[in-house]
């Protein structure tokens, strides 16, 4: 299958700048757990949409290693094939070797892209002012996404789009644009605490995080909702940020290693069960805080990092009060990649939204690939995330469902993107949104054959 790869043409090698190698950011003892079955190569996106096997787990290990042992030279074609990688960690899931493919590729990745002296990576634009000065503040967000709202609450953005305008917009503040979800009354602005509602069960703390801040305002009310539903206590401190894994997924790992102490001083852990996550990426950053840095802090960030649970997996272990709502709606659910494959819970949603009467939840064909989302992949590799989006909705479609369930920001971005672009006739939502509707007899809004 062909697949035009987005610098393919560039020559230059980005020869490190530090002398070092970006190998030795990686315990060697790791690569050594690969055995080169290959058993990983069916699960990978990339794999199976290229055909390339430098395009698949064995393929990258095997190039790193190379790296390590000085057989190889990092250059361009060599670092495409790594960043072309989702870090989705599908490979992790079946990989009959335990391999920690994550803790291959992301120091690795981070260690070429901090050695790189190229002028373009360093001062590039998008990077510096979206991904680190926009993107993990909330408020800076809402306001830059202000004239887009507007657009949409006028028609505007809908008129442009059937006609295929946004698609004009170059690069990756084109594929920005065209992910913005539809506008929706986010709620006010998130209390210090709320209240159990009837005996209390638990106490925890909430993490707001940034772009779900942002856009998913209505699901953390969702959730808080649910979570006192279920006899919790919720403290929402002040001072906390965003995960970091914007900056550590695009090569910033001290701004990251902020971001994470940030956090830390925020959360008062002696007084809380838990630290509540409800988006997938967020959560898996914050339960391998205490993998990424090693300094004095460490302690602190390996605490807070034991007591992050994901909101499905926290639900589960309390034991769901059962939601009473009837909501008879065919009802897919899609495994966020962070949520399935680095947190490895895969059946907590499942047996929560089996508690919904009246819901037909269904299998969804190959849960295990990647949307295409994979944080902001899709702004960078846009070809490869767009081809990952209309398998994923193809095969949301193969299940005759009304609404497909996520839990996570990115993931519900790219499939409502899809949804909206082929006009297809189902919703996307998270699970604390569907289960919240039941708590409170409300039904979901579903579109009528034509996707509206
Ligand atoms: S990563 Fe695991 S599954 Fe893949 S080739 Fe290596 S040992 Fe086999
Ligand atoms: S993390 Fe995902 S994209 Fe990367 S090698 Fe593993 S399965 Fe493939």
Same mark, same amino acid.
């Given at each position: 299958?062909?697949?035009?790869?987005?610098?393919?043409?560039?020559?230059?090698?980005?020869?490190?700048?530090?002398?070092?190698?970006?190998?030795?950011?990686?315990?060697?003892?790791?690569?050594?757990?690969?055995?080169?079955?290959?058993?990983?190569?069916?699960?990978?996106?990339?794999?199976?949409?290229?055909?390339?096997?430098?395009?698949?787990?064995?393929?990258?290990?095997?190039?790193?290693?190379?790296?390590?042992?000085?057989?190889?030279?990092?250059?361009?074609?060599?670092?495409?094939?790594?960043?072309?990688?989702?870090?989705?960690?599908?490979?992790?899931?079946?990989?009959?070797?335990?391999?920690?493919?994550?803790?291959?590729?992301?120091?690795?990745?981070?260690?070429?892209?901090?050695?790189?002296?190229?002028?373009?990576?360093?001062?590039?634009?998008?990077?510096?002012?979206?991904?680190?000065?926009?993107?993990?503040?909330?408020?800076?967000?809402?306001?830059?996404?202000?004239?887009?709202?507007?657009?949409?609450?006028?028609?505007?953005?809908?008129?442009?789009?059937?006609?295929?305008?946004?698609?004009?917009?170059?690069?990756?503040?084109?594929?920005?644009?065209? +992910?913005?979800?539809?506008?929706?009354?986010?709620?006010?602005?998130?209390?210090?605490?709320?209240?159990?509602?009837?005996?209390?069960?638990?106490?925890?703390?909430?993490?707001?995080?940034?772009?779900?801040?942002?856009?998913?305002?209505?699901?953390?009310?969702?959730?808080?909702?649910?979570?006192?539903?279920?006899?919790?206590?919720?403290?929402?401190?002040?001072?906390?940020?965003?995960?970091?894994?914007?900056?550590?997924?695009?090569?910033?790992?001290?701004?990251?290693?902020?971001?994470?102490?940030?956090?830390?001083?925020?959360?008062?852990?002696?007084?809380?069960?838990?630290?509540?996550?409800?988006?997938?990426?967020?959560?898996?950053?914050?339960?391998?805080?205490?993998?990424?840095?090693?300094?004095?802090?460490?302690?602190?960030?390996?605490?807070?990092?034991?007591?992050?649970?994901?909101?499905?997996?926290? +639900?589960?272990?309390?034991?769901?009060?059962?939601?009473?709502?009837?909501?008879?709606?065919?009802?897919?659910?899609?495994?966020?990649?962070?949520?399935?494959?680095?947190?490895?819970?895969?059946?907590?949603?499942?047996?929560?939204?089996?508690?919904?009467?009246?819901?037909?939840?269904?299998?969804?064909?190959?849960?295990?690939?990647?949307?295409?989302?994979?944080g902001t992949y899709n702004l960078n590799h846009a070809d490869m995330a767009r081809r990952l989006g209309d398998r994923k909705l193809e095969n949301i479609l193969r299940t005759g469902a009304q609404i497909v369930l996520a839990s996570n920001a990115g993931c519900l971005l790219?499939?409502?993107?899809?949804?909206?672009?082929?006009?297809?006739?189902?919703?996307?939502?998270?699970?604390?949104?569907?289960?919240?509707?039941?708590?409170?007899?409300?039904?979901?809004?579903?579109?009528?054959?034509?996707?509206?």
């Amino acid at each position: 299958m062909n697949y035009e790869r987005p610098s393919e043409n560039r020559t230059g090698s980005p020869a490190p700048a530090n002398g070092r190698s970006p190998a030795e950011s990686v315990d060697y003892r790791l690569f050594l757990e690969c055995v080169h079955c290959g058993l990983c190569t069916s699960t990978c996106p990339t794999f199976t949409e290229i055909g390339d096997e430098n395009d698949g787990p064995r393929g990258r290990i095997h190039l790193m290693r190379a790296v390590a042992d000085g057989r190889l030279d990092v250059d361009r074609p060599m670092r495409e094939h790594l960043e072309l990688c989702l870090d989705c960690r599908a490979c992790e899931t079946v990989c009959p070797s335990g391999v920690q493919y994550g803790r291959l590729i992301e120091p690795f990745r981070l260690a070429v892209e901090e050695a790189d002296a190229t002028p373009l990576t360093r001062y590039d634009w998008f990077r510096q002012i979206i991904l680190f000065r926009l993107f993990p503040y909330a408020k800076r967000l809402r306001l830059a996404l202000a004239p887009v709202v507007w657009a949409q609450r006028f028609g505007i953005y809908d008129l442009v789009e059937r006609m295929g305008l946004l698609r004009l917009v170059p690069g990756r503040l084109g594929q920005m644009i065209t +992910l913005l979800p539809p506008p929706r009354k986010p709620g006010p602005r998130l209390p210090r605490f709320l209240p159990a509602t009837g005996r209390r069960r638990a106490k925890v703390a909430f993490f707001v995080g940034c772009v779900a801040e942002a856009m998913f305002r209505h699901t953390h009310w969702a959730t808080l909702r649910v979570l006192q539903a279920n006899g919790c206590d919720i403290t929402i401190p002040d001072g906390q940020g965003c995960c970091g894994a914007i900056r550590y997924h695009a090569g910033d790992s001290p701004g990251a290693k902020k971001d994470a102490d940030a956090n830390v001083a925020a959360f008062d852990l002696d007084d809380v069960d838990a630290v509540i996550v409800n988006h997938a990426g967020c959560g898996a950053m914050m339960k391998e805080y205490g993998l990424h840095w090693d300094d004095a802090g460490q302690p602190a960030r390996q605490a807070l990092a034991d007591k992050v649970r994901d909101v499905n997996e926290f +639900l589960d272990e309390l034991g769901l009060i059962p939601p009473p709502g009837r909501i008879e709606a065919v009802v897919a659910y899609h495994d966020a990649c962070h949520l399935g494959h680095a947190q490895k819970i895969l059946s907590p949603p499942r047996r929560l939204l089996a508690q919904i009467p009246g819901l037909d939840l269904r299998d969804l064909p190959e849960t295990e690939i990647c949307c295409g989302s994979a944080g902001t992949y899709n702004l960078n590799h846009a070809d490869m995330a767009r081809r990952l989006g209309d398998r994923k909705l193809e095969n949301i479609l193969r299940t005759g469902a009304q609404i497909v369930l996520a839990s996570n920001a990115g993931c519900l971005l790219q499939i409502m993107r899809e949804i909206r672009e082929h006009r297809a006739p189902v919703v996307a939502m998270h699970p604390m949104d569907l289960l919240d509707l039941s708590y409170r007899h409300e039904q979901p809004v579903l579109p009528d054959s034509r996707g509206r």
